[in-house]
């Protein structure tokens, strides 16, 4: 099944605009990553958050973790025309660190209008 | 660049011919993957090697055969495909249990 969920599907923001963006998961995971997607490109790796700590910053980036909700968010703060792309969250489930067995959610499409 | 390289970057193929995907990485990584992404629905993990060994299938048709010669290479070797089979296929590399660094993706069309 499904291990990574986001919500919401697609966001449009103005530029200079916060945008949050919502993972949840289905089982215990030893860590937590957010990628981003430019249309027709590879993913690259954001940020990664282990299951042992809360929140993580890395530049306008904050992602927070609540492994008893089993859900993370993703915060970009300052908004960019250029942060406009897709947001994948991934998890690899506890156990699973030995096969590499990473699975993502459908991402939210971000729009940052100029 | 992200140390991963895709080719090729574009294919179009007919279900009856074969063809090879390959994704080379220069990140000395340990594991390496292939991924498809179709739209509308989420990235796949399609097979998972570490140390040139297969650590995961995850339930991949047979027309599709990856090989693993060393820990720098991959290939994903495609034979009498479908047209649903026509996606974005994506490899990436890391240490295993780290995060991945993926290529720019082979975008695969079948006639």
């Known amino acids: 099944s499904q291990q990574g969920e986001e919500d919401p599907q697609a966001l449009s923001i103005q530029e200079g605009e916060n945008a949050t963006m919502n993972c949840s998961y289905k089982?215990?995971?030893?860590?937590l990553q957010w990628y981003r997607q430019n249309s027709g490109r590879g993913l690259v790796h954001l940020i990664l958050?282990?299951?042992?700590?809360r929140e993580k910053h890395s530049g306008r980036l904050r992602v927070t973790l609540d492994t008893s909700k089993k859900s993370s968010s993703l915060l970009i703060t300052a908004s960019r025309a250029a942060d406009t792309a897709s947001y994948f969250c991934?998890?690899?489930?506890?156990?699973?660190?030995?096969?590499?067995?990473?699975?993502f959610g459908q991402g939210t499409t971000l729009q940052v209008k100029p | 660049e992200t140390g991963v390289t895709q080719t090729p970057r574009h294919l179009v193929m007919g279900m009856t011919n074969k063809k090879s995907l390959k994704c080379e990485q220069h990140?000395?990584?340990?594991?390496m993957y292939w991924y498809k992404q179709s739209a509308k629905k989420p990235l796949e993990l399609m097979f998972v090697?570490?140390?040139?060994?297969?650590?995961e299938n995850n339930s991949v048709p047979s027309r599709f055969s990856p090989e693993c010669p060393n820990s720098s290479h991959l290939f994903l070797h495609l034979h009498t495909l479908q047209p649903e089979d026509s996606a974005l296929y994506l490899c990436?590399?890391?240490?295993?249990?780290?995060?991945?660094?993926f290529g720019e993706g082979s975008r695969l069309t079948v006639l």
């Open positions: 990436a590399s890391s240490q295993l249990g780290g995060e991945l660094f």
């Open positions: 089982t215990s995971i030893n860590n």
């Open positions: 958050i282990r299951s042992n700590e």
């Open positions: 991934a998890t690899d489930a506890k156990g699973s660190s030995n096969t590499g067995k990473l699975i």
């Open positions: 990140l000395g990584h340990n594991a």
């Open positions: 090697y570490n140390f040139k060994e297969q650590t």
